[in-house]
């Protein structure tokens, strides 16, 4: 190891300082694995690339993964390889983060926002169905995963079949989180992902993977993140630089095998929480669908005073978040191009939702700290 890349630093992806590092951050084999690719010279377009692809896809139950610089580009990808452009219209949910739908804006897209269920915080098939039905050209769905709980992708297949609709699977928060039998990634025709550090598994850095059954959409993306350019070297179509590195894949493999235990404990803890608040009435604790596995990127309840809760809890040692304050379709850069757009249920969750402590190595004496702070609060 050189001294100027300190790989073990723990400040760089650790959330508890009493844990041991190799916990939740990088392990030796990892380590050993990154210097071996800087020792190789080979950064980009190599093998661990293909490994990390090859093992992501296994896990996510696809035939296909392709990885790329960001969720953000996986979005993008995933929909200018389904043929997403000018004047089409792409359904995206009100409660989400920027880049469900900042991609279908680039592609010249229209991006059309549907409620969500307030329950789960996703995407309600029913809204759906009514705004398809308003809509001039249907397109494509993207349905998003958020805070690591699946969508109801019967109900939303069920209408994107009856409109010929793309159903790309937002799971950007959601790694191996599962429902009615199928992981995120599987449950569309493409699942987008996002490797940001704070997510349930990083590259230790940004990065991104999109995956699919279809290989004929594979290997569009494949091109597309590399300029365009087919393996006879001619570019045939147009394309950008999205490409994941080989320092990035390395570090993802490892990432890879351990994010189940992760997201094992990350379920633990919110069972934990939820099984505490349940006798506070003024708390709106999360949901899991029956046979669905939640892997809780965050756990974020609802109440009726946040911004003093907040307080609160901030005043006893306990940070907190809100995952998001301001609806996707009112921040400028949005509402400027799609203009009033009435979300009665996404507007109403801004208001009242707080992302509580969680991160995979949460003990219980934590989470026991910060729900008898809430329990207490509300007596
Ligand atoms: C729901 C959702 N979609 C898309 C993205 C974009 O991912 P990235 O930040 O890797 O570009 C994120 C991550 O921040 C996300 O949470």
Redesign the pocket.
């Known amino acids: 190891m050189t001294d100027s890349i300190d790989l073990t630093d723990p400040s760089v992806e650790h959330t508890d300082p009493s844990v041991e590092f190799t916990e939740v951050g990088v392990d030796d084999t990892t380590i050993a694995d990154v210097v071996a690719v800087l020792e190789s010279g080979r950064y980009v377009k190599g093998p661990v690339l293909e490994r990390f692809e090859q093992q992501f896809a296994e896990k996510a139950g696809v035939d296909h993964a392709v990885g790329v610089s ?4 996986a ?1 993008l990808l995933a929909l200018q390889a389904a043929g997403v452009g000018p004047g089409d219209d792409v359904f995206v949910p009100g409660h ?2 920027f ?2 739908a900042s991609p279908v804006l680039s592609l010249g897209a229209n991006p059309v926002f549907v409620d969500v269920n307030p329950e789960t915080y996703t995407m309600a098939p029913s809204e759906l169905a009514s705004a398809v039905e308003d809509a001039e050209n249907p397109a494509a769905v993207v349905p ?1 995963h ?1 805070y690591g709980g699946m969508a109801d992708m019967q109900g939303i297949r069920a209408v994107a079949d009856e409109h010929e609709l793309f159903v790309l699977s ?1 799971s ?2 959601a790694h191996f989180a599962s429902r009615d039998g199928e992981t995120a990634g599987a449950a569309g025709d493409a699942g987008a992902f ?3 550090p704070s997510k349930n598994m990083t590259v230790a850095g ?1 990065g ?1 993977m999109v995956t699919t059954d279809d290989a004929a959409l594979a290997e569009d993306m494949r091109r597309f993140r590399n300029h365009g350019r087919g393996d006879d070297g001619v570019h045939r179509s147009l394309g950008l630089n999205y490409r994941l590195d080989e320092t990035s894949a390395a570090v993802g493999l490892g990432q890879l095998a351990k994010v189940e235990r992760w997201n094992e404990n990350r379920n633990v803890a919110a069972g934990r929480y939820t099984e505490r608040l349940a006798e506070v009435p003024e708390v709106t604790t999360p949901t899991e669908p029956d046979g669905g596995f939640h892997v809780y990127h965050l756990y974020v309840i609802q109440v009726p005073d946040r911004d003093a809760l907040r307080d609160h809890l901030a005043d006893e040692g306990i940070d907190t978040g809100i995952h998001y304050d301001t609806p996707l379709h009112e921040h400028p850069a949005i509402a400027e191009r799609v203009g009033d757009v009435d979300l009665p249920r996404s507007e109403a969750l801004a208001d009242h939702i707080v992302s509580l402590p969680m991160h995979p190595n949460i003990s219980e004496a934590e989470v026991e700290y910060v729900a008898r702070t809430i329990v207490e609060y509300y007596r």
Do not use: K, L, M, R
């Not at 960001?70 to 580009?73: E, L, V």
């Open positions: 960001s969720g953000t580009a979005i989400t983060f880049a469900t998003v958020i937002d950007c928060q996002s490797f940001y940004d991104g």
